[in-house]
């Protein structure tokens, strides 16, 4: 991995072409974020960069993360997320890394958390059919129905679709394009959709599996 950064999602909107054409796109405020450890081969056994996204205040940090920061010197912030990139020798404690780092035109990857929906049924979850609205099937028309064999093996073979928590997955879309990066406003406006609600934390990479 070439090069990363933490954001924020903030909405969907689109955008016009020239020609007229419409791109569906997510409005992400990437950046600033500030280098606040360096990992390295010598030190750590690989390398890395621990980067920090979006002020907080100092009376809601804890000891240890408040020590954290004051040794590098830097503002408190509410995320501390890790960047694994190939080199950081041309990167020192301190650095902040920009919306800038991407350009329009190139693939991205986005990860995020998925929207939580809470315990959910095999339709919700699963996309399964509802049983027949006829007699026989009752009382209960959304239930999973029958479930297979009798006195062998009597039991539910592991894997089995069930009703259960649904959502607050980590989910990467690969291969997103960028349509716009807005420097100034530290804006970055990726073609489609990506995984969690408005307000949530997004990472960005460049693509691992570029087209």
Not at 40 to 69: I, S, W
Not at 88 to 109: L, P, Q, R
Not at 159 to 188: F, H, S
Not at 189 to 202: D, F, H, Q, S, W
């Amino acid at each position: 991995m070439k090069k990363a950064i933490l954001g924020k999602k903030l909405g969907m909107t689109q955008v016009f072409a020239e020609d007229g054409k419409v791109t569906p796109v997510t409005v992400i405020e990437a950046g600033p974020c500030t280098v606040v450890q360096k990992k390295t081969v010598d030190t750590d056994g690989y390398d890395a960069v621990q980067v920090c996204f979006e002020e907080k205040a100092e009376r809601k940090m804890n000891k240890p993360l408040k020590g954290h920061f004051d040794k590098a010197g830097v503002a408190y912030a509410r995320y501390l997320r890790e960047l694994r990139l190939d080199d950081v020798s041309g990167v020192n404690v301190g650095d902040v890394i920009k919306a800038d780092v991407f350009e329009a035109g190139e693939a991205v990857d986005v990860t995020g958390t998925s929207k939580g929906h809470g315990f959910s049924g095999t339709i919700k979850r699963f996309g399964f059919h509802r049983l027949k609205e006829t007699h026989g099937t009752g009382p209960v028309h959304r239930h999973a129905g029958s479930m297979g064999a009798c006195s062998s093996p009597s039991r539910i073979f592991k894997g089995k679709k069930l009703p259960g928590r649904y959502g607050t997955d980590r989910v990467t879309v690969l291969n997103l394009d960028m349509v716009k990066v807005d420097a100034e406003k530290n804006l970055l406006l990726v073609k489609g959709a990506v995984p969690g609600p408005k307000g949530g934390l997004l990472y960005i990479r460049n693509s691992v599996k570029a087209k």
